[in-house]
């Protein structure tokens, strides 16, 4: 496989060197945009991609954006899955921090609310290797062991007929990290950092998800609030390209996204 | 190279376990194929989205997909086909529906690969056509870095 990928990056590089013409392709029509394919797998990136992007406009501190632990024992499937998708953005916070130990307590933390979903036993094991990887302080891979977590988990829903529930792990990592980016950015301000938090395809794809929900779970309290939420955060990160959000306009991101996560850990939702 | 081999296990693990209705023995060829592509931008440091969208496709014919990038990123876009596919290519275009330039595409065969760094943070589309072959199917993955 090795020698396999160097014979593949060579002839890509003499490729990439010599290079070659090629037409330029039509636009696409507002029929063929509206036809397009979006999949929770493929079309909405995770919490790390983001994260990468917000280290490219400087050091970040990340540590100051960890928060106390969260309640992992939640009688509702629909509130376990937003608050199971929250902890693996943590995860990604705790990876960007070097935080060995907290590392270690978020994957225990993702373990106990991953159980009662009937992820045990895989989620068990990637457990062990998060704090087998964060002892050998293993950054890099800790960064593709949580995606593959995450990854996991909504294989796991989707073999277990529990479809629905992928869409919540997704609001909930989605949340938690444009919570933390965007007060990052708000702290840092920097014109290409505020950039980063338009995101008007991801919200309509998720407030999209959460409205086919079937009835019962749409009803329930932590998906209830998290549609009402998204509804506002779609006006903050939906500006035109052009558009440079100032700071208070990024500070306001964050504070809507943090009321959902913290609305989302709340064990007296209604 | 310890890390390029783990890198390289997490990334076929990840294959092994992405989200998918049942994939097809093509599909499954397919992304076997795009994986190894794939991972000869991981030495260059990109990482693989834990993710990839297959199907079947025919020639002629072409299959479009919205992904969420983030400015300052750079994004490189890999697709292969089975054995009957003779052709098959990649263009991208941002939310208006304008085609972007993409300055060296590779393409060789029934496996074709994109690269760009996107403007602006948003909704970009990734275009799959096969030219020229037999029905097969394809899979597309996404690296970042």
């Known amino acids: ?270 | 190279m310890n890390r390029t081999l783990i890198a390289l296990a997490s990334i076929l693990c990840a294959a092994a376990f992405a989200v998918a209705p049942s994939p097809t023995d093509d599909e499954v060829a397919a992304r076997k194929t795009v994986l190894e592509l794939a991972g000869a931008f991981s030495n260059d440091g990109f990482k693989l989205r834990d993710g990839h969208w297959s199907g079947p496709i025919k020639p002629g014919e072409s299959k479009l997909v919205q992904v969420n990038l983030y400015a300052g990123n750079e994004y490189y876009f890999a697709v292969a086909g089975t054995g009957t596919a003779k052709k098959m290519t990649l263009s991208a275009y941002d939310e208006t529906g304008a085609a972007i330039e993409i300055e060296d595409p590779f393409q060789e065969g029934a496996t074709a690969a994109i690269g760009f760094s996107p403007v602006a943070s948003g909704p970009y589309y990734v275009k799959v056509e096969q030219i020229e072959g037999e029905p097969t199917a394809y899979c597309l993955v996404c690296s970042y870095k």
């Open chain 1, 1 to 270: 496989m090795l020698r396999l990928n160097r014979h593949l990056a060579a002839s890509l590089g003499a490729l990439y060197l010599s290079g070659f013409a090629v037409a330029e392709p039509a636009p696409l029509t507002p029929d063929q945009i509206k036809a397009a394919t979006l999949t929770d797998e493929f079309s909405v990136p995770t919490p790390g991609e983001f994260m990468a992007a917000l280290n490219k406009t400087g050091k970040m501190d990340w540590a100051s954006k960890a928060r106390p632990p969260i309640p992992t024992n939640f009688s509702s499937r629909a509130q376990q899955a937003l608050n199971l998708g929250t902890l693996i953005a943590d995860g990604y916070i705790a990876v960007e921090s070097e935080d060995k130990q907290a590392v270690k307590n978020v994957g225990r933390d993702i373990v106990d609310l991953a159980k009662p979903l009937g992820v045990k036993e895989e989620i068990v094991n990637r457990g062990k290797s998060l704090t087998e990887f964060a002892d050998d302080a293993q950054w890099d891979v800790l960064r593709e062991e949580l995606e593959a977590t995450q990854n996991e988990v909504k294989v796991k829903f989707s073999e277990n007929d529990d479809k629905d529930l992928i869409t919540l792990v997704t609001v909930g990592g989605w949340a938690r990290g444009t919570e933390v980016v965007a007060a990052l950015i708000a702290q840092n301000y920097t014109p290409e950092g505020a950039k980063l938090i338009r995101q008007p395809g991801i919200i309509d794809f998720l407030s999209a998800r959460l409205d086919e929900l079937p009835p019962k779970l749409r009803d329930d309290p932590a998906v209830k609030r998290a549609r009402v939420k998204l509804i506002e955060l779609k006006a903050t990160v939906s500006f035109p390209r052009e558009t440079t959000p100032d700071a208070d306009a990024v500070k306001k991101v964050a504070t809507l996204a943090g009321e959902l996560v913290k609305d989302l850990a709340r064990k007296d939702l209604k």
